[in-house]
């Protein structure tokens, strides 16, 4: 799908909230065997941090990269499945605190660990359809894990987001995406609970492995491509296993998806973990650079997005922290203080 | 709970935003309306830019009821490189990592909730600055 006006990435924006808690740890405390643990650590948001604050800085970070003015923005979309309030919408939070305010679109999107880049794929209309110069789309969580259960392991905070404007003024052309979706209970939770559910294996193969593996396949069918054509590939990170199984299928050797592979650091950050793999990207490519990313949300369904590299990107990367930054500026806790920030602990 | 009290100040403390005399140049924050230098009653919304130095800092360990989940922290004396000097909450570091002189940067954080069914009410806070460098 393109859109009738060419258009890019202006400037993007992550964050990392700075806590961590080890997947031995978590193993711990529930006797289960550290050997057999997902990843590495996942991160942890503080005691005051919300995906509002999470994706505040984010947007922050996103217009340093763009260099435009708050103003500019046309729309405030942020996709998430951790609102802090399950009516008052999150968006209108974060066009308030840049600024962005009154003249512009906000919303709260919704589709699990899809609805980020469900923002991006919007903006990416909303700009190339001629009605914006400028859209903000965030993909950003601060997910829940219910204790002991095996999502505990990877469920971890944080989010990227991305100014989307015209191909000429672009650090990445946009050069065509595609959505896959089907009705597919893999993963959910119902109102007022306060954890997910899942289905176990049924997560695997007719879910994330399905719905990946046949957008990717349309979107690189309807382009003409194949894995030989691009530098980097980023896929969903729901742990270190999946992403790097899938790049296998598809035909992608693990060395063009190192580079964007950041759960066994941080986690899954659900809305924001394919679009914070694909920043990583961002951070270290090169004029020319061919990126190949695509989302997967439970429900269930997938976006594929195939991006060009343009010489904006020299000028514009260091004007926020990178992803590496931010993974490295971390501070370790244990179990209780990872129990006390989730709000385990009522007081 | 007073829903309007937080909303008409909600965005000067999500945004750091506060006045400038438009015939002294004084920075003032928070916003006045008679300027505290010349009392010239033009002032205009100014955004400060949110970086300033610890003045001084001292640890909380009996917080009001609505900060227990944050405790202990500190809140700090900081001196805003445009020159007022405001009270802050410190976050993501303690006490012990601080220290007078240290630059330190503006945040937007959840400064309290009223209760479950309440609002949540966002302002700024400080931390010390995040130094980053690229790959």
């Known amino acids: 799908m393109k859109p009738n006006k060419s258009v890019g990435i202006v400037g993007y924006g992550v964050y990392i909230p700075k806590y961590r808690i080890q997947n031995t740890e978590i193993a711990r405390v529930w006797g289960n065997d550290p050997n057999l643990v997902p990843i590495r650590e996942k991160s942890v948001p503080g005691s005051d941090e919300d995906s509002v604050t999470i994706a505040i800085e984010i947007a922050r970070n996103a217009l340093k990269r763009a260099g435009i003015e708050p103003k500019d923005l046309k729309a405030v979309w942020i996709g998430t499945e951790s609102k802090p309030y399950a009516v008052k919408p999150t968006s209108t939070i974060v066009a308030e605190a840049i600024a962005a305010t009154p003249f512009v679109n906000a919303a709260d999107w919704e589709f699990a660990c899809k609805a980020g880049s469900e923002t991006v794929q919007a903006c990416i209309a909303y700009v190339g359809s001629g009605m914006a110069n400028y859209a903000l789309g965030i993909g950003v969580d601060t997910a829940q894990g219910s204790p002991s259960d095996a999502l505990e392991y990877t469920a971890a905070a944080g989010g990227a987001g991305y100014i989307i404007g015209s191909s000429k003024e672009s650090l990445a052309v946009i050069e065509s995406s595609v959505s896959y979706v089907t009705d597919t209970p893999d993963f959910w939770r119902r109102q007022h609970e306060h954890y997910p559910k899942h289905g176990n294996r049924f997560t695997g193969e007719p879910s994330y492995f399905k719905h990946v593996i046949n957008c990717s396949e349309a979107l690189m069918d309807e382009l003409g491509t194949n894995p030989e054509d691009y530098d980097y590939a980023i896929f969903h990170q729901p742990n270190r296993k999946f992403p790097l199984e899938v790049a296998k299928i598809l035909g992608f050797p693990k060395e063009k998806i190192m580079d964007g592979l950041i759960s066994p650091y941080i986690g899954n950050t659900y809305a924001g973990s394919a679009l914070l793999g694909l920043a990583s990207v961002l951070d270290i490519s090169k004029e020319g650079d061919r990126i190949f990313c695509t989302s997967y949300g439970s429900g269930a369904g997938s976006d594929s997005f195939s991006i060009e590299v343009t010489d904006k990107i020299n000028d514009r990367r260091a004007n926020a922290p990178s992803v590496k930054s931010y993974i490295e500026r971390r501070e370790e806790i244990d179990y209780a203080r990872y129990a006390r920030y989730r709000k385990k602990i009522r007081m | ?135």
């Open chain 2, 1 to 135: 709970m007073n829903v309007p009290r937080h909303w008409r100040e909600q965005v000067r403390r999500y945004r750091l935003l506060g006045s400038k005399c438009c015939d002294c140049e004084e920075i003032s924050f928070p916003y006045r309306l008679v300027c505290p230098k010349c009392r010239s009653r033009k002032c205009e919304d100014y955004a400060l830019i949110g970086k300033g130095k610890i003045l001084s800092f001292t640890d909380i360990n009996s917080p009001p009821q609505e900060h227990k989940y944050n405790m202990p922290y500190a809140v700090a004396l900081i001196g805003l490189v445009e020159g007022p000097i405001i009270t802050a909450q410190i976050t993501d570091a303690r006490a012990e990592e601080l220290e007078i002189g240290m630059d330190v940067e503006m945040v937007t954080r959840k400064i309290m909730e009223y209760n479950e069914d309440g609002i949540i009410c966002y302002g700024y806070k400080f931390r010390p600055i995040v130094k980053y460098a690229h790959p």
